[in-house]
């Protein structure tokens, strides 16, 4: 069964930089539509940066220019950099996966709508 594994949560100061990590788990074909959610405390999950599935990539307004999203296709990772962090970043961030296709008990089959577990960024003094 595909995973996906997030790291890189902390605490961290205001206009600091943290480095999350998003691997997908498993011996994967292709993935596609791979991105970075967010969800605050008593708000909505929200967007945060993503790679379409035709590899372009897309960010919320409210971290354009401070956050970069990149992937290593070799490893099945991908990456949220985010610097210039702010109190208003804090929030338990989640890797998404539109679709994964990968070896199973039964041979080659596709995933959808596959969730990380969730690691906790905290931008605070």
């Known amino acids: 069964q595909v995973r996906l594994v997030e790291s890189g949560g902390g605490l961290v100061q205001p206009g600091g930089s943290l480095r999350l990590s998003c691997a997908a788990s498993?011996?994967?074909?292709?993935?596609?539509?791979m991105g970075w959610y967010r969800q605050a405390p008593g708000k909505e999950r929200e967007s945060v940066a993503g790679?379409?599935?035709?590899?372009?990539?897309n960010y919320a307004d409210s971290v354009k220019d401070r956050f970069t999203i990149s992937r290593d296709n070799a490893k099945n990772t991908v990456y949220l950099q985010m610097n210039s962090l702010k109190p208003e970043d804090t929030a338990v961030y989640y890797c998404h996966a539109d679709s994964v296709l990968a070896d199973s008990s039964s041979g080659r089959r596709w995933s959808y709508n596959i969730w990380g577990q969730g690691t906790q960024v905290t931008v605070s003094s």
């Open positions: 498993g011996t994967i074909f292709k993935i596609d539509a």
């Open positions: 790679f379409t599935s035709g590899g372009s990539t």
